[in-house]
């Protein structure tokens, strides 16, 4: 049973409008959420990363909004460039671990 | 820019061949991670480390994987014989603490297991 799910699996928007990536976790137990971007022939990058006694953290263009009782968050780039065009990791980990369980990854294109 | 520095970004081996990459934590991250993600994209936790001791590891690197992070020298992961399924993206990441907090990743080492 995969523990952290993330959809689309691909996006595309235009330039300048907001991309909406999804992800969902099994076990309640995850408190830490980091989203990390990747792009072709590089390790990921930490873009931002949200604990679970928070339902909603930003920076600049990047937003995660956090829902604890639905096991839900999402991450919000508004403002799209052609250079956020890469793939983008939901990430999530538990308490005295600092293992992370990433999902499949979100695709995401952005055409100018 | 990541701080952590990977070396090679590239390797290949034949089958059977012994397999080794390094990694340099970011300066003051006592804890480093090994991470193996596949062609589909998908991430495998191999182990971690605080200093030079293992927290946790998964069965797989008990048996082929060998992994250390000695005082005063890069952290290092080991494969004793490769196998064509070994191929994948070889990273490693380091934190400043266990758990719930930033971790940051290297470049990776592209292993081709030939």
């Known amino acids: 049973q995969q523990q952290v799910r993330q959809s689309p699996q691909s996006l595309t928007v235009w330039e300048g409008e907001t991309a909406i990536l999804n992800c969902s976790y099994e076990d309640s137990t995850f408190n830490y959420f980091p989203w990390y971007q990747q792009f072709p022939g590089e390790g990921p990058a930490l873009l931002i990363s949200?604990?679970?006694?928070?339902d909603k953290k930003e920076d600049g263009r990047f937003t995660i909004f956090f829902n604890k009782r639905e096991k839900k968050l999402s991450l919000h780039i508004t403002d799209s460039q052609p250079g956020d065009s890469a793939t983008y990791f939901c990430a999530a980990s538990a308490p005295n671990t600092g293992k992370l369980t990433f999902g499949d990854g979100t695709v995401l294109t952005v055409k100018p | 820019n990541s701080k952590v520095i990977q070396t090679p970004r590239y390797l290949v081996k034949g089958q059977g061949q012994k397999a080794k990459m390094r990694c340099i934590p970011e300066?003051?991250?006592?804890?480093v991670f090994w991470y193996q993600q596949n062609k589909n994209n998908e991430f495998k936790f191999l182990i971690n480390f605080q200093n030079q001791e293992v927290l946790q590891q998964i069965d797989m690197t008990e048996k082929r994987f060998s992994a250390e992070c000695p005082s005063n020298s890069p952290c290092s992961l080991e494969i004793q014989s490769s196998e064509a399924g070994d191929s994948a993206l070889y990273l490693c990441?380091?934190?400043?603490?266990?758990?719930?907090?930033?971790?940051?990743f290297g470049k990776g080492t592209r292993l081709t297991v030939v």
């Open positions: 300066k003051g991250h006592p804890v």
């Open positions: 990441a380091s934190s400043l603490l266990q758990s719930n907090t930033e971790v940051f």
């Open positions: 949200i604990r679970s006694v928070s």
